[in-house]
């Protein structure tokens, strides 16, 4: 069985190839539904307008990049960039199907993406930022990417603060969670392994108050991390 080691851009590409055809189920399963208002969430601090530029980095099967390009119409537009040719298949499928958005798709490392600097007018990034070899490095290609005083959300599973009570309790709780739901009904569908990656990555993944300290030194202004759904995810409100 294919084990996926987290920071590992090969081993993470791989493993998101393997999921694409379920994910979207899945994650409407695991989550009841509720990853729809948590992505809500960051598009409410992004607060799309027409006319703006903008990214989703991560983009997976599109989620985010379909809900903002329904509000920069017209004449702005917005590029999903995701590193795995599978999920981003799947998005293109599904703006096909709304062919009137103003989406495009680019397949590349969202920490060497080669788009020019001080380009965009806001990102989001779902679910991503956790996946990536280098976090800091994630933070800071972000904010190179955005013009000055444009928005940022990253949202992620949170990674609570083993410092505090509060944190441990969380921490176990969501532990319990991915070990006794997420995992057992991710098996069910043969992926038990990539599931069980959600623990492992949280392990590497840095507390709020760290993605703060690092988003403050990759130069954002404002810094923001917001704990979600009783502290099992977490949302980073930048402002560049
Ligand atoms: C958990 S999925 C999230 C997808 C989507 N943002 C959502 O919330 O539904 C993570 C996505 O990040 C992509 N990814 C992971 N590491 C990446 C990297 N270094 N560069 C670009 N995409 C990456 C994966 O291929 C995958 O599609």
Same mark, same amino acid.
């Given at each position: 069985m294919?084990? =996926?080691r987290? &920071?590992?851009?090969?081993a993470?590409?791989?493993l =998101?190839e /393997?999921?694409?055809?379920?994910? %979207?189920?899945l994650n409407d399963l @695991?989550s009841?539904?509720?990853?729809?208002l948590w992505?809500r969430? *960051?598009?409410l601090?992004? &607060?799309p307008?027409p &006319?703006q530029?903008? #990214?989703?980095l991560?983009c997976g099967? &599109? %989620?985010?990049a379909l809900?903002l390009a329904e509000?920069?119409?017209?004449a702005g537009?917005? @590029?999903g960039v995701d +590193?795995? +040719?599978?999920?981003l298949?799947? *998005?293109?499928?599904?703006?096909?199907? $709304?062919?009137?958005?103003p989406l495009?798709?680019?397949?590349?490392?969202?920490?060497?993406?080669g788009?020019?600097?001080?380009?965009? %007018?806001? +990102?989001v990034m779902?679910y991503?930022? $956790?996946?990536? *070899? %280098?976090?800091?490095a994630?933070?800071?290609e #972000?904010?190179? @990417?955005l013009?000055?005083?444009?928005?940022?959300a990253v949202?992620?599973f949170n990674r609570p603060?083993?410092?505090?009570a509060?944190g441990?309790?969380?921490?176990?709780l969501? $532990? /319990? #969670?991915?070990?006794?739901?997420?995992v057992p009904v991710a098996?069910?569908a043969? @992926?038990r !392994?990539?599931?069980?990656?959600?623990e492992?990555?949280?392990?590497? =993944?840095?507390?709020?108050?760290?993605? !703060?300290?690092? +988003? $403050?030194?990759a130069?954002f202004?404002?810094a923001r991390h917001r704990?979600l759904?009783?502290?099992?995810?977490?949302l980073l409100?930048l402002?560049?």
């Open positions: 294919a084990t =996926f987290p &920071g590992d851009p090969a993470v590409t791989d =998101f /393997q999921i694409a055809p379920r994910y %979207d189920q @695991l009841l539904g509720l990853h729809r992505k969430q *960051a598009l601090w992004i &607060g307008r &006319g530029q903008l #990214l989703d991560c099967t &599109g %989620d985010l809900l509000r920069v119409r017209p537009s917005v @590029l +590193a795995a +040719a599978a999920p298949a799947l *998005a293109r499928q599904r703006a096909e199907r $709304r062919s009137w958005l495009r798709w680019l397949q590349a490392d969202v920490l060497a993406t788009l020019p600097a001080a380009s965009a %007018d806001g +990102a779902a991503g930022l $956790r996946n990536l *070899a %280098d976090p800091a994630g933070l800071a #972000l904010h190179r @990417l013009r000055p005083g444009a928005r940022a949202l992620d603060d083993p410092a505090s509060a441990r309790r969380s921490a176990a969501q $532990r /319990q #969670l991915l070990r006794r739901v997420v098996s069910r043969g @992926l !392994e990539h599931y069980a990656y959600l492992q990555s949280l392990e590497r =993944f840095p507390t709020g108050s760290v993605q !703060e300290s690092l +988003a $403050r030194g130069g202004s404002q704990p759904a009783g502290g099992l995810m977490g409100q402002v560049a």
